[in-house]
């Protein structure tokens, strides 16, 4: 009976010990997609925040003067420029957030509540961050071809560098949105083995 026992006890360990093993690598692997994604979210909040170019534009003539004006593109003047960088900034905060809690977060975890909690989170990150590049590509796609139908001119051909750092703005969200979407994939998996983890060990 005793020897049933260690049997079996061997047995659990070994069906355990690939289990953890997957924990570990796919905790690396959610810290390192994180911190890209980290990043990527930090230059796009940063690059499209300080993104400003000023243009002299003759406005009229008068005789032979021309009466010129400064104008000036500011991320500020486009409702979904501002959205962009609420959006890409909130995403940062909670990647950094989760990036500390990925490092002691196991002190203080409660009944495995954190990893039930940190999916939720990234799935409302990833809605949000969609929503915020999506709606900054439509403008900027806009800014830069203009709408004839509607008669909307494009202005890209005026403000190059303002168009060029915010399309690179858009770029570098894209790429965190992607890296946010597998580590929710990851979690959830992980989540996932957790919970059989769990199972396995009910008598």
């Not at 796009?44 to 593109?73: D, E, F, Y």
Request: a positive charge; charged letters at 15%.
């Amino acid at each position: 009976m005793a020897d049933e026992k260690v049997v079996e006890g061997a047995e659990n360990g070994a069906c355990q010990t690939p289990v953890v093993s997957a924990n570990k690598a796919n905790d690396w692997l959610i810290f390192l997609l994180r911190l890209f994604a980290f990043f990527a979210t930090v230059s796009a909040t940063v690059v499209m925040a300080i993104n400003k170019q000023t243009l002299t534009v003759v406005v009229a003539t008068i005789g032979r003067t021309p009466i010129q004006a400064s104008v000036t593109a500011k991320f500020q003047h486009t409702p979904a420029f501002i959205f962009f960088v609420i959006a890409n900034g909130l995403a940062s905060i909670h990647n950094l957030l989760m990036l500390i809690v990925e490092l002691i977060g196991h002190k203080f975890d409660f009944k495995g509540l954190r990893y039930l909690l940190i999916p939720i989170l990234d799935m409302l990150n990833v809605a949000l961050v969609s929503g915020g590049t999506s709606a900054a590509v439509f403008i900027g796609e806009l800014a830069r071809n203009g709408n004839s139908h509607a008669k909307w001119n494009k202005i890209c051909d005026k403000f190059s560098t303002y168009c060029n750092h915010g399309g690179g703005a858009m770029i570098a969200s894209s790429i965190g949105l992607v890296l946010m979407i597998i580590v929710t994939v990851i979690s959830i998996t992980k989540l996932r083995i957790q919970k059989s983890q769990n199972y396995s060990r009910l008598p």
